[in-house]
């Protein structure tokens, strides 16, 4: 019989012996399952068809999640004016951190799926007025405006824009009762206060504000159905269809042109990092300050309506070059710069990596 000693050696190089059978059969840190995940063939397929939607649809999550505390502020500021840290500094001491993202919900969901079907028209109208243009002049903008060495010119501006301009207009059908829902809920917390606000002789400082503002995407289109029928829901429609329509047109032009100046003119990758985070972020610069007193305009009559219940409210002019029309520009366009760099730096990132998925 061998001794304790041995008994011991024995039996440590047996759990040794155990323990590297163990480790050799699991799979290491480095190749576990989850990292070596091979999607079948048909999986590959489908992502590759479907590049577009599963792009715009990530990036989209991802960018308004990130944005959203800066279109609180905008909104805030365009309805009840102050500057921009006054705003925060009030919001934030009266309803807290998640004021900010009050609301959050709709515009991730909506958003996501607006956007979606947004690039997805786009796409498609884009290819349609290819075709056209070409036919009718013999000109393709798109392959003018993926030559190396080309320029922008009519016929991209044309292609890009009107794709734009199609693509904004049928997705507002879509997104305004979203976008309403989501107004509420970021004025909801001002106007409770509001509501509750008195003077010195005891008398309500804002009666009007004393409607229901009760939170809730849901209680909010439950709301508007009953004091203004199915229309309600689409409160302020024609000026959130007018700035879509432009807003759009513009986006896109302006995102192609540049990627195009800033690559394809200088014989580069029309997907370069540098190129597509400026493009992104000039495109969302440019399309908030061009729109924004139509924007500006939409959102007073929105918040009008949603505090009238059945009143009838006047449509607000739009203003333009004059005070007020330009109320919290700044933090409009700094959001749609940051919002869009993300989105299209992830965009053009997810398509690549579908691309490159073998079958």
């Keep these: 019989m061998p001794g304790k000693d041995q008994e011991h050696e024995s039996s440590s190089k047996a759990g040794i012996s155990h323990d590297a059978s163990r480790k050799s059969s699991s799979p290491s840190k480095g190749n576990s399952s989850i990292f070596n995940f091979q999607p079948s063939n048909d999986v590959k397929n489908w992502s590759k068809k479907y590049r577009t939607e599963i792009a715009a649809s990530s990036s989209s999550v991802l960018s308004t999640f990130v944005a959203f505390p800066l279109d609180f502020a905008k909104s805030r500021m365009q309805t009840f004016g102050g500057g921009f840290v006054h705003t925060i500094k009030d919001a934030y001491r009266a309803e807290g951190l998640r004021a900010f993202w009050r609301?959050?919900?709709?515009?991730?969901?909506?958003?996501?799926?607006?956007?979606?079907?947004?690039?997805?028209?786009?796409?498609?109208?884009k290819y349609y007025l290819d075709r056209s243009i070409n036919k009718l002049t013999g000109h393709s903008p798109l392959m003018i405006a993926n030559a190396p060495g080309s320029y922008p010119n009519l016929y991209t501006f044309a292609c890009f824009g009107g794709a734009g301009a199609v693509s904004g207009a049928v997705i507002t059908t879509l997104s305004c009762?979203?976008?309403?829902?989501?107004?509420?809920e970021q004025l909801a917390g001002k106007l409770a206060r509001e509501a509750k606000a008195v003077d010195g002789a005891g008398q309500r400082v804002n009666p009007g504000a004393a409607l229901d503002v009760k939170t809730g995407s849901w209680n909010t289109a439950r709301r508007l159905v009953r004091d203004r029928g199915l229309r309600g829901l689409y409160s302020g429609y024609h000026l959130h269809l007018l700035r879509d329509t432009i807003g759009t047109a513009i986006y896109f032009t302006t995102y192609e042109s540049v990627k195009q100046l800033m690559a394809n003119s200088r014989g580069r990758n029309p997907t370069s990092p540098y190129a597509v985070v400026v493009a992104g972020g000039l495109c969302g610069i440019l399309t908030a300050s061009l729109i924004y007193p139509v924007d500006v305009a939409k959102t007073v009559y929105q918040k009008a309506l949603l505090s009238a219940g059945s009143d009838h409210v006047p449509r607000p002019a739009i203003q333009i070059f004059q005070a007020g029309a330009y109320r919290g520009l700044g933090v409009s366009v700094a959001r749609s710069c940051i919002l869009n760099m993300i989105f299209f730096s992830n965009f053009e990132w997810m398509k690549k990596r579908i691309n490159a998925l073998e079958s």
């Design 103 to 125: 609301g959050v919900g709709p515009p991730m969901i909506s958003v996501t799926t607006v956007r979606t079907i947004s690039f997805s028209i786009y796409q498609k109208t």
């Design 177 to 184: 009762p979203f976008e309403l829902t989501k107004l509420s």
